[in-house]
Structures are given as C-alpha cells and as structure tokens.
Nanobody, 117 residues
Framework: QVQLVESGGGLVQAGDSLRLSCAAS????????MGWFRQAPGKEREFVAS???????RYADAVKGRFTISRDNAKNMVYLQMNSLKPEDTAVYYC???????????WGQGTQVTISS
C-alpha cells in the first residue's frame, strides 16, 4: 500500500507561482508512475501531469509550458512546479501513484490551490 501526502497548496494571485510536493511511503518508489490530478468545484477530476522513471513527462494541454513535474527517487518525492498561474487553475490537487501495468490506484488527500484574479 502506497501512502501519499501532498503539501504546498495555498492562495496566490494570478501570475504567481506555487510548488506542490508529494511524499510517498513506498520503498520501491522508483518503479511507480507518479502523477498530479486536479478537481475544480463541480467538475470531474482531470489529469495534470505524470512522470515515470526513465521516460519523458506528460502534461495536459492546459498546463503545458507553465507546469513542470519532477521526481526525486532518492527522497521518494514528486513535485509540481506551477508558474504563471491562472484563476482556472483553482482546484484541489491530488498526487497519485500507478504501478506498472496498473492504473492510478493510490491517491493522496489533496491540497487546495486557489488563484485570485
């Protein structure tokens, strides 16, 4: 069982930056795909970004060029650097983990990100 704990959310103004962090408990962390998803009020949860060790990261079109996902396998951490934030980025952001061949089966509790205009 992988446990995930997010941190780094908050309230910022449009154009500002935030860095989200996610700590994972799994000792075989490097074998897991790690991703960030978000859910805005009244909307479905949506994919934001993902990273697998040894593979190129992937991003949703809405965040390409503004968000960067990275991971530190030595520390069991994954990060989401969010720049040029927009009010439409307001959502609860969730960290997720996927084992090889499986889906996004593990989720953190979420961290609120609010962007004021």
């Amino acid at each position: 069982q992988v446990q995930l704990v997010e941190s780094g959310g908050g309230l910022v103004q449009a154009g500002d930056s935030l860095r989200l962090s996610c700590a994972a408990s799994e000792r075989t962390f490097r074998t897991y795909g790690m991703g960030w998803f978000r859910q805005a009020p009244g909307k479905e949860r949506e994919f934001v970004a993902s990273t697998w060790s040894g593979d190129s990261p992937r991003y949703a079109d809405a965040v390409k060029g503004r968000f960067t996902i990275s991971r530190d396998n030595a520390k069991n951490m994954v990060y989401l650097q969010m720049n040029s934030l927009k009010p439409e980025d307001t959502a609860v952001y969730y960290c997720s983990a996927a084992s090889g061949g499986g889906g996004w089966n593990y989720w953190g509790q979420g961290t609120q990100v609010t962007i004021s205009s």
